[in-house]
């Protein structure tokens, strides 16, 4: 039974190629998926907190809030207060862009793990395919008299790039429909705090007066 130190000696130049962007998949998975995760927060909550504060009239302090807060959402509301008097059309095109940024900063490095899916399996068929010369011409210099040590060589070689690279690829694209889904997620909750963002600042300057207002109040307003 071959064990795994004889896979590693085995494996060749390309074995080691594969089992290096699968560490660099693992890499990738883990940085953004704790990135994800800390983006994610209960934007509901957050966003009444700071709809109260700024009902009172306290901008400084919802911008405060904002600034010990992480995640899209957060930026969002911090980039609605900063326009706050601006036109609701342009308020809109701003959160919009800032919607639009705050996905492709979730997305960096996913083309990377996207990458790692198809040429994990290709750099296994390469192997394979080399593996396999290898014992064509190991055949055509010994024969007639072939030893089947030296036939096999390649024949393993090839058998373990081949069987590398779909043992990076299958989890590597399991990950990376993995983050894919937190994404989506994120930018559900991102679309619905822009619409309460927007409902909530369409009521106007009046609304810095209203500090009687009760907890219900934006979501009749919604």
């Known amino acids: 039974m071959m064990t795994?130190?004889?896979?590693?000696?085995?494996?060749?130049?390309?074995?080691?190629?594969?089992?290096?962007i699968g560490l660099a998949a693992v890499g990738v998975f883990l940085e953004r998926l704790l990135h994800l995760r800390r983006a994610r927060i209960r934007y509901d909550d957050f966003l009444d907190g700071v709809f109260n504060i700024l009902e009172k009239g306290m901008t400084r302090e919802a911008l405060a809030l904002c600034d010990e807060a992480p995640g899209p959402v957060v930026h969002?509301?911090?980039t609605a207060?900063?326009?706050?008097?601006?036109?609701?059309?342009?308020l809109?095109?701003?959160?919009?862009?800032?919607?639009?940024?705050?996905?492709?900063?979730?997305?960096?490095?996913l083309g990377v793990l996207a990458t790692i899916v198809q040429v994990a399996p290709l750099l296994g068929l390469l192997g394979s395919l080399l593996g396999?010369?290898?014992?064509?011409l190991v055949l055509r210099q010994q024969a007639p008299l072939?030893?089947?040590?030296d036939v096999t060589g390649g024949l393993v070689?090839?058998?373990?790039?081949?069987?590398?690279?779909?043992?990076?690829?299958?989890?590597?694209?399991?990950?990376?429909?993995?983050?894919?889904i937190r994404i989506d997620r994120i930018v559900l909750d991102m679309e619905q705090a822009s619409n309460d963002i927007l409902s909530f600042m369409r009521r106007g300057p009046h609304a810095a007066a209203r500090t009687d207002a009760p907890a219900g109040v934006r979501g009749e307003h919604a």
Do not use: C
């Not at 795994?4 to 290096?20: L, Q």
């Not at 809109?92 to 490095?109: F, K, Q, T």
């Open 4 to 20: 795994g130190f004889n896979v590693w000696r085995e494996g060749g130049p390309v074995f080691w190629m594969i089992a290096g």
């Open 76 to 78: 969002l509301m911090r």
């Open 81 to 90: 207060i900063k326009h706050r008097d601006e036109p609701q059309e342009t």
């Open 92 to 109: 809109r095109l701003v959160l919009d862009n800032a919607s639009h940024a705050e996905i492709s900063r979730m997305e960096r490095r």
């Open 132 to 136: 396999v010369l290898e014992t064509v």
């Open 146 to 149: 072939v030893q089947s040590v």
């Open 157 to 180: 070689r090839a058998l373990i790039t081949s069987i590398t690279g779909l043992m990076v690829a299958i989890p590597s694209y399991a990950m990376f429909n993995l983050l894919v």
